[in-house]
């Protein structure tokens, strides 16, 4: 299967210039669990970056532009679009009942729960739409993600991706 995610440049945003990723340095309770986490939208980078200035309270974020190097033997899972399957990883990432094990996989692409996303995923978690994990609830939650416009995220989850992740430019906003 072809991921054209993978084949352009992919965008990261901080407050925190760095040349190696340090997968330690991953936080919990992410949409695809730990992992560095890209986007092939920059402006969805610099969106980031501005909300990580925010909560840090820095005048200073950075813009970081990579390429990636395949890796043929990297196992790969792919949420075309919001589905059942996707909540219910997104959900079991962030610590609640409805978990879905694709821990397997290096790299993670699909939709990022970020604000209308986010919304419908707080929704659904809150009993909103039903009991959590009924397929009414999941059902409901779904068309209302189908109507949302969402940017896409792609999760590199092992060392071995990381490193054939190659870092092309690093842009400072302000």
């Known amino acids: 299967m072809k991921h054209p995610e993978l084949d352009g440049p992919l965008y990261h945003g901080t407050t925190v210039k760095f040349t190696d990723i340090d997968l330690s ?6 949409d695809f669990g730990l992992g560095f986490y890209t986007t092939t939208s920059k402006q969805q980078a610099e969106k980031f970056a501005r909300l990580l200035m925010k909560r840090a309270q820095s005048n200073i974020g950075y813009i970081m532009t990579f390429e990636y190097a ?8 792919r949420y075309e679009k919001p589905s059942e399957d996707w909540l ?4 079991g990432n962030r610590k609640y009942p409805d978990p879905h094990d694709a821990s397997s996989a290096d790299i993670i692409i699909g939709a990022v729960a970020d604000d209308d996303v986010g919304v419908v995923v707080t929704n659904y978690l809150s009993g909103t739409y039903g009991e959590v994990g009924t397929a009414r609830a999941k059902q409901i939650a779904i068309e209302f993600l189908l109507t ?8 590199f989850k092992s060392k071995a991706v990381c490193d054939r992740l190659i870092l092309k430019e690093v842009r400072q906003i302000v």
Do not use: L, M
């Open 25 to 30: 340095r991953a936080k919990p309770f992410k």
């Open 88 to 91: 219910a990883y997104v959900v």
């Open 70 to 77: 395949h890796e043929p033997s990297a196992i790969i899972t």
């Open 148 to 155: 949302t416009r969402y940017h896409n995220q792609v999760a």
